[in-house]
């Protein structure tokens, strides 16, 4: 296993736009994050799953924002009518149940909002 | 509120110095983490640390938890250009399956 992936790497939208991101966590890990990044700040959590469960909600994930993990594998979040404020990096992390300190993280995707 | 605060915020270096960055916070964590990240990538683990007062070595880099277990700190001995980059320090509050990071610490070192 290679680690956590993401698709797309990049992604440059036009406000109003909707977007999806994909991760691939590691496959023994059964709980997955997503956080978000922007510039000058660390990470901020959005959300979790364990297994294909969303057991957490961040107060950042506004109604525009989805995410789900349909089988317990892979995970998508979608932003719909994207705007300026969401430029950021979006990362997604896995960790085996009971250790979100030994997090991994994939290498993000960086969406700019035109 | 930033519930993890670190310092510096930058840090510039010359090659061979020897460096300590610092991980603050009002709050008790049960595990602190460091990642370092480089531009355009995600954030990778260079160590847990979990009980008060523990300290934890890889190789030039020597980590820390407060005995309260609020703070941590990362000292680096004889830096390298190859250590640039952002330190981030991350917490996990008990009953939270989620991590609070701090702003970071930018380090550059030059050769």
């Known amino acids: 296993d290679t680690g956590v992936s993401q698709d797309p790497r990049h992604k440059i939208t036009k406000r109003g736009q909707n977007v999806t991101f994909r991760c691939d966590p590691i496959?023994?890990?059964?709980?997955l994050y997503w956080y978000r990044q922007t510039l000058g700040q660390g990470p901020e959590f959005l959300t979790y799953?364990?297994?294909?469960?969303?057991?957490?909600k961040s107060r950042l994930l506004s109604d525009r924002f989805s995410a789900e993990r349909p089988k317990g594998s892979f995970s998508t979040l979608e932003i719909q009518r994207t705007e300026q404020g969401d430029s950021a990096m979006y990362l997604c992390a896995s960790s085996s149940w009971g250790s979100p300190g030994s997090s991994s993280f994939g290498p993000g995707t960086r969406l700019t909002v035109l | 509120t930033q519930l993890l605060e670190q310092s510096p915020q930058f840090l510039s270096i010359q090659e061979g110095e020897n460096l300590t960055v610092y991980c603050n916070s009002s709050?008790?964590?049960?595990?602190l983490q460091w990642y370092r990240q480089e531009p355009g990538e995600g954030p990778v683990l260079l160590v847990t640390?979990?009980?008060?007062?523990e300290v934890k070595k890889l190789k030039r880099l020597t980590f820390q938890f407060g005995d309260a277990r609020k703070d941590s700190s990362l000292h680096i001995t004889a830096a390298q250009p190859g250590d640039t980059g952002l330190y981030l320090c991350?917490?996990?509050?008990?009953?939270?399956?989620?991590?609070?990071f701090g702003k970071g610490t930018k380090l550059t070192v030059n050769p």
């Open positions: 991350a917490g996990e509050r008990g009953g939270s399956e989620k991590l609070v």
């Open positions: 496959s023994e890990h059964n709980r």
């Open positions: 640390v979990v009980t008060g007062g």
């Open positions: 799953f364990q297994n294909e469960a969303q057991l957490e």
């Open positions: 709050s008790v964590f049960s595990s």
